[in-house]
């Protein structure tokens, strides 16, 4: 397996509050550049599922952080991976917002009442024909979560500081079944977020950054 850093555009910090995140997130999406691995084209006549995550960003003390899950190992899909919650679209749901929030709900115990929604990322396509519309959430603590264990085996926390560091990212590759396949990684204390959970980071860096 091979990996290198991924250039990113630096962009000015700025400070990162409620306000400031919402008016970026607000501006049109940067143009994807030709190294993105966050942009994925499904093949022609793939049948689309739409899904929506939420990507909880929690105030502490002035210090944001991105809250994760841990999938439980037993999970047919991705399991033990690291991920926002979410799922598919209902026929219930009004809105991509409103899949993000039922599904905190369900899965962790968030209460839509203790998030604010920001915006929105682009949507992030899987292969296997998902399509993911990353809805952004700020959270004031304090917080009483409530994991559902078939789902939820962890909750954690990060400094999105530490997404917003160009060095962080990684382009992975290895072979399978005889064919080159790509992905980004960003390790984490021990922790390996990869997959379309990095994409979302990345799109989200770019976002901030530009």
């Known amino acids: ?66 809250l994760f899950t841990q999938r439980t190992v037993h999970l047919d899909d991705h399991a033990g991976q690291i991920s926002f919650p979410g799922g598919r679209v209902e026929a219930g749901d009004a809105s991509r917002e409103e899949t ?54 962890d909750i954690f926390e990060a400094p999105l500081e530490h997404f917003l560091d160009a060095r962080n990212y990684q382009r992975r590759e290895y072979r399978f079944r005889g064919r080159h396949r790509h992905y980004m990684a960003i390790p984490f204390e021990g922790r390996y977020i990869w997959g379309a959970t990095a994409g979302m980071l990345f799109a989200l860096c770019r976002a901030l950054r530009n």
Not at 2 to 8: I, S
Not at 10 to 19: A, D, K, S, V, Y
Not at 104 to 126: C, F, N, S, T, W
């Open 1 to 66: 397996m091979a990996h290198r850093q991924l250039t990113l555009t630096h962009g000015r910090i700025f400070p990162l509050t409620r306000e400031t995140i919402a008016a970026r997130l607000a501006a049109p999406a940067p143009a994807p550049e030709a190294h993105d691995l966050h942009i994925i084209a499904l093949k022609e006549g793939t049948p689309v599922t739409e899904a929506a995550v939420l990507v909880p960003l929690v105030n502490r003390d002035g210090r944001v952080q991105v």
């Open 100 to 153: 993000a929030l039922r599904e905190a709900g369900e899965e962790i115990g968030l209460e839509r009442g203790e998030v604010a929604l920001l915006g929105r990322l682009p949507d992030y396509d899987m292969p296997s024909g998902f399509r993911i519309t990353p809805v952004v959430g700020w959270i004031e603590p304090p917080l009483a979560l409530r994991p559902d264990p078939l789902e939820v085996a």
